[in-house]
């Protein structure tokens, strides 16, 4: 035990994020959480409270113009760009990841019908059978109203599942449950032959590690920013449509922020140019200048994806190390990939009785969750969370298990 607390000492002292946890609003809990909810950033609620007090307060309906409401849904996309490997004018914030999902998926449907048109025609959905389930429902409704079969398959059997039927394909980048990162790179290129579109969900690795969208030339992407991108409770998710494909997006949602002339009232619509074509209706202003603020800590402390990727992956090797030396066998299995390559920012360890399991983990000041029938899972947030923590939090686990065991 001695030894596995002084590496933590030691990896804590070499760790060049470290002076970053300051940044963030933390007690004396280990969170290994923030794959559901971020940790708040410390300056968040000093600029929430000017956008209240005097953006809305004192200059109410001119802020519009004058506090750049109007402009934010794009101008946070851009500070988002970077961190999913996108150039800036790509990138739309606003609505929930759930309907940025059905948007995606319909566009990429159409898009595809377009394609095929005097041919046998594109009338099929693949999904991936171990999506989060919203995913699994939107894409059902999706090939309901599109006039498509829905085909759940496992990821690793896409391109053998894809063919000249298949109109787009919807998949996550990192699973949920067991933190398995997929192949965006091979799947993507798998789709693209196949003549079909590629519709990723980031949700579980944007802001935890690269993504390089335009580098392998994904066609369109959703994803959240209440977890590693720590925008808060409910903050508004993102819509990425490639530059080349924006001319033909076409939402099935067209609200009067995405038209051409939003002001002109026109009974018609006309859809406007670029990323605007993802908006729908009026955005939520306060979530939405509260993730901006929160996106500060990427911009002036300089941070980059790649670094965050490595200290992510000496986390979760520390944690699964720790694990084995203070867990007895038997008492976990972990379902996450060894490999780093097939591994996202989390570790999922089954175990019996992991619900009572996680409610005494938390009450002893290490907050993970739990995901049924049997799962433990925890996310490691390299922003903030440290070599110590990852050490306390294995042997809290061992101690606790020694008690129900």
Not at 289 to 318: C, G, H, I, P
Request: charged share 25%.
């Amino acid at each position: 035990m001695s030894e596995l607390k002084s590496a933590a000492e030691e990896l804590d002292a070499a760790d060049g994020l470290a002076a970053l946890r300051g940044r963030f609003v933390l007690d004396d809990v280990v969170y290994l959480d923030g794959n559901s909810l971020g940790a708040l950033p410390a300056h968040v609620p000093g600029r929430v409270q000017d956008v209240v007090r005097r953006q809305w307060g004192e200059l109410r309906i001119r802020s519009w113009e004058e506090s750049g409401w109007w402009t934010a849904p794009e101008r946070i996309g851009d500070r988002i760009a970077p961190l999913v490997g996108a150039a800036a004018g790509q990138i739309v914030v606003g609505d929930s990841t759930s309907v940025n999902v059905f948007k995606a998926l319909v566009a990429a449907v159409r898009m595809a019908a377009e394609d095929g048109a005097g041919g046998p025609g594109r009338d099929e959905i693949l999904v991936d059978a171990t999506t989060f389930p919203t995913d699994g429902y939107i894409a059902e409704s999706a090939a309901r109203m599109t006039g498509c079969a829905l085909r759940p398959v496992a990821p690793a059997e896409v391109p053998s599942a894809l063919g000249e039927r298949t109109a787009a394909v919807l998949l996550n980048h990192v699973d949920y449950r067991t933190g398995r990162l997929h192949d965006l790179p091979g799947l993507t290129a798998a789709v693209h032959a196949a003549g079909a579109y590629a519709v990723w969900d980031l949700c579980h690795s944007a802001g935890a590690l690269p993504v390089w969208l335009d580098e392998h030339g994904v066609d369109l992407a959703v994803g959240c920013t209440y977890k590693y991108l720590n925008g808060g409770p409910g903050s508004p998710a993102y819509l990425y449509v490639r530059r080349d494909l924006q001319p033909r997006f076409d939402s099935p949602l067209p609200g009067w922020n995405s038209h051409a002339e939003p002001f002109g009232m026109r009974p018609g619509y006309e859809p406007a140019s670029g990323a605007p074509r993802g908006r729908v209706g009026t955005p939520d202003i306060l979530s939405l200048l509260a993730l901006e603020a929160a996106l500060d800590v990427w911009d002036e402390d300089a941070v980059s994806v790649e670094a965050v990727r490595a200290k992510s992956l000496a986390l979760t090797d520390f944690f699964l190390r720790c694990v084995a030396e203070y867990v007895p066998d038997g008492r976990v299995e972990s379902v996450t990939p060894v490999a780093h390559a097939e591994r996202g920012s989390q570790v999922a360890l089954r175990c019996d009785d992991a619900g009572d399991v996680m409610k005494r983990l938390i009450e002893r000041g290490v907050v993970g969750d739990f995901r049924a029938p049997d799962v433990l899972r925890f996310g490691f947030t390299p922003l903030y969370v440290g070599f110590a923590d990852v050490e306390r939090a294995a042997r809290v686990l061992a101690l606790t298990l020694g008690e129900a065991g």
